[in-house]
C-alpha cells in the first residue's frame, strides 16, 4: 500500500466509547433525555426522582424531588429551560431546569410519555394536551387540537381517525405535525403518516 493511503478511522487500542458514568440514582432508571443543545442530560428513576447532569462533567445539577412512585418519563423543553417528568404516582410535574425548583404540577394524569411542543407552550402526554403559557398556569387536557392517542384510536379533534388493533398498540408514542411514530412491545416502531385537511 502506498505510504500516503492511510485506513481510516484509527482508533486507539483499548479505547472506549464509554464517557461518562452518571451514577447517584437508587433504583433503575426508566427514560433519559438530552437537553436541545446537549450540554445537559435528565434521567428518570424507580427511586421516584428525576436528575439533571452536566453532560461532558458527569456532574450532577439538579434532583428533583417531589414524586412518590417511580418516574418513568422525562423530556426537556425547546429552550431548555424546563423538565417535564411523569410518575406512577399520576402527576406529571413541569421543573426549572436550573434551579430545580417545581413549578406546576399536573394531577389524575396516568402517561408513558411526555413530549414538548416546538414552542414550548404545550405538554403532550397519553391524557392529551396541557398548555402552559407565560404565567406557567395549565389548562385542563386539550383532546381536540392535534393527534394523539387514546383509547386504542388515533384521533384528530373530535374524530377518531384510526383504531389500532391489539398489535399496533403502542407501549409509547411521539407526535410530529401529521406524523405518529408508535413503539410496540415487540420491539418494531410504526410510523404513520395522515393527510389532514
Sequence with gaps: MAN????????????SSLVQTLEGH????????FSPNGKLVASASGDSTVRVWD???GAATQTLEGHNNWVNAVAFSP?????ASASHDRTVRVWDAATGAALYIFKNCFTSTLAFSKDGLYLRTDEGLFIINGNLQ???PNYNSTLFVKDNWITFEKLKLLWLPQEYRPSCSAFQDNLVVLGLPS????????IIR
Aim: net charge positive.
Design 26 to 33: 437508587t433504583e433503575g432508571v426508566n427514560a433519559v433525555a
Design 4 to 15: 500516503w493511503i492511510k485506513r481510516c478511522p484509527q482508533i486507539v487500542e483499548e479505547w
Design 187 to 194: 420491539g418494531m416502531v410504526k410510523v404513520i403518516e395522515f
Design 55 to 57: 453532560a461532558a462533567t
Design 79 to 83: 429552550n431548555g429551560k424546563l423538565v
Design 138 to 140: 395549565a389548562a385542563k
